[in-house]
């Protein structure tokens, strides 16, 4: 079985001091060095800088799953690139988005709604409950995991009805959360996962590891592209014979 | 009970002759006036070629459901205005979405798919099937009822599931199609109808005169706009005492 | 417009002190109360002790709404009147089945799933969110409401992905539970909702009262019962001729 | 990787001269024939004339999905290995049910509804159109296959609203019918597939053994039952310290 190829993208939040004590090598190598070629990923990195933000034709073309985190510069990220994006999980590309991702350009495009939230961030406790635990994004994971420190999401949060609903949030300070939601678009699915404020080591997390490899691998298409079929039928093509009436 | 007012947008199709002999006012008139004040409607009708597209920020605020027609000339519509549409559905308009509208702006933003299909124009017999007879929106109608001239469209429609699918098309050139669907969107609901080829008397049909009532009827918010709230919660404010840990 | 008739059916759970220092009446009249003839409905209560349970053909042909309440006796309800009450449901009869029902025979044969989920009798707090306050259960309720004592449920409950998920709670103890959920079954609309332990005054509370009315408004059909139609449709009833081929 | 463990249950439908006559070896045997080893299966067959129709404890325990065939034996089944079955499909068995298997007490139970539908069965062409064709049962199958002789099943199909839509039916008698449904159901899923009449030679068919085994490898857990736990938690073993107020 070749290696499902992810490529990881993020801003470069590192750039901020206290990002940089957490992830030395910034948000996007941490998460990609959770997914290990034993495990059958190969993994790149991504991020706002680089020509066409390292998110090309040709890149997107040899990437089964993106995985997205961004947070202050959704804005810059060029349209062309987001319109490629779509293009690419319209085509069967699978689509991770992490946190603050909610407001990306990229993952409101696909789900059609504001994705707005409330939101609070003096790191509190997180505690995630899994609700259906026989789906391969949660298996191997315990009832419920804790985060001690995270910015907190609390409902409504403005999304069209997933398609299955993996994990629900408590927090601290008394809010909930869908913290782990499917959908299909086009021949692509989606996942959108909750927890991964910058300043709060997140995503060295055991559990938040297991959730991003197991989606990664449920994101991507084993048989690669298929696009949805579409066109005109002429009329000889019809499968029956249509006799005027 | 105040009424429900409809906004009926089209592009000007009857520009064609061929479609001013069936609607010699236009597509959006003849909707509109399937939508009597006895029923508990007050329509207006709009069009590409009006200031804003008829569609302004004091029109819009006083449309309870806009019903949208549009075939050839998609892209004339104004990005402004899809975007301001859409903030109006995401706060609670309702949003009817008409046979080649599936190709709208406005449609496809709010589905996040590419919302194609196959189609076929030669005028042939469609069959539509109530899949679920207990939806207001199927209220009244017999177990099918039948178009007997009409374009095919066809399966994979590329849309995200249909929070319900109410109604199914048979086709004479042996295709079927997913013709009635709804979705939630923000505080709005979205309903695609598919039948209405500008050069077939479609919407002088009283079956399809009825889902367009019943759907306008259950698109409307009684209550109003009502946008979902969001934005942040201090630490003081929190439901909860966050007591550091 | 003719009142929504609505059962109110519980246990007779006040032949304990406790609850019956809380509601001296019984919870069913206390729930029937709060569905006054001022908004349009008509209430009548039963209970296990009844002739049939109070729930006879005729009882439940004059029946837009069933409100179920249970816990102790789920067993003790005859098969007989747990299928009559589940074809009304399939034929449009609207049922409201409120916290320890999830465990009734009604409600997990018309769910097909286990229906178990975690629980903690201790008086703890609850806070409810409303997840999507467009739709018609939540509407007027503020963002959240609190429960000063109730007992937790706790994911993962096992039901079927719901077709709208409008509640989440909040629980002192660190738990979440979807508490608001709804269900089509054949003609019928299936709504859940989690609160009212029999030792707290759970159906006292406004906010509680409101959830219960909007819910028998939203579950009742306009138009009475509609069966879905089947049967065997003979060849020369097909809507095409069938040619041998 | 282990092989997946395949049952297939039906009745002895080839008593009838006309059904052995297609199916010399039965059913049962002729769906398990095209699940070969080589593509990952192991089978058995099992029928209602079996003890505890081989379906006891031990055989649902080594059963990783069960493919379900019966028409008109459905009232012989016995509730007590019904409700067996039910419970390893809760604990993650997958479940494909075929044809008139829509009325059988296992798949009614599951979907909790009445599953009726109308039929005419005159052996007329069907076409099965692809509506979602990245989905793992529809990957390798064309836009569209045909049977030329098949019973008709026509909407409305009373069943809850599907997780997902696969497939889409189109009769030469101008009915159409949505005959490839998911579901899940606690830790398990459930497959329906519509084609299968026991005179017409359908499960000889490619794309239907396709569909079949598609199915029976998506529906397959990879790693065995999960039940979904549930119980009290005390509240000493609650996450959070509950104070009383």
Chains 1, 2, 3, 4 share one sequence.
């Not at 810059?76 to 779509?86: C, H, I, K, L, T």
Request: net charge negative; glycine share 8%.
């Amino acid at each position: 079985m070749p290696p499902i190829r992810v490529t990881v993208w993020s801003e470069n939040a590192h750039e901020n001091p206290e990002v940089r004590a957490i992830y030395p090598e910034g948000i996007a190598a941490c998460i990609a060095h959770g997914l290990t070629p034993e495990s059958g990923f190969s993994t790149r990195t991504a991020t706002l800088d680089d020509p066409e933000h390292g998110l090309s034709e040709e890149q997107l073309a040899a990437t089964d799953v993106l995985i997205w985190w961004g947070h202050r510069h959704h804005h810059e990220v060029a349209d062309a690139v987001v319109e490629r994006v779509q293009r690419h999980v319209w085509d069967g590309m699978g689509l991770l988005a992490l946190h603050s991702a909610h407001f990306s350009k990229i993952f409101t495009r696909l789900m059609g709604t504001r994705c707005s939230l409330s939101w609070r961030a003096v790191g509190e406790r997180e505690r995630l409950w899994i609700v259906d635990p026989a789906h391969p994004i949660t298996t191997g994971l315990p009832p419920f995991f804790e985060l001690p420190h995270e910015e907190m999401y609390g409902e409504p949060f403005a999304i069209p009805e997933p398609g299955q609903l993996l994990l629900l949030s408590w927090f601290q300070g008394g809010e909930v959360f869908r913290s782990g939601c499917t959908w299909s678009r086009g021949s692509g699915k989606v996942f959108y996962f909750r927890p991964g404020h910058e300043t709060n080591p997140t995503y060295h997390n055991p559990h938040v590891k297991r959730v991003i490899a197991n989606a990664a691998r449920w994101l991507a298409r084993p048989n690669g592209r298929a696009a949805i079929p579409s066109g005109n039928i002429p009329v000889d093509k019809a499968p029956e014979k249509i006799e005027k009436t």
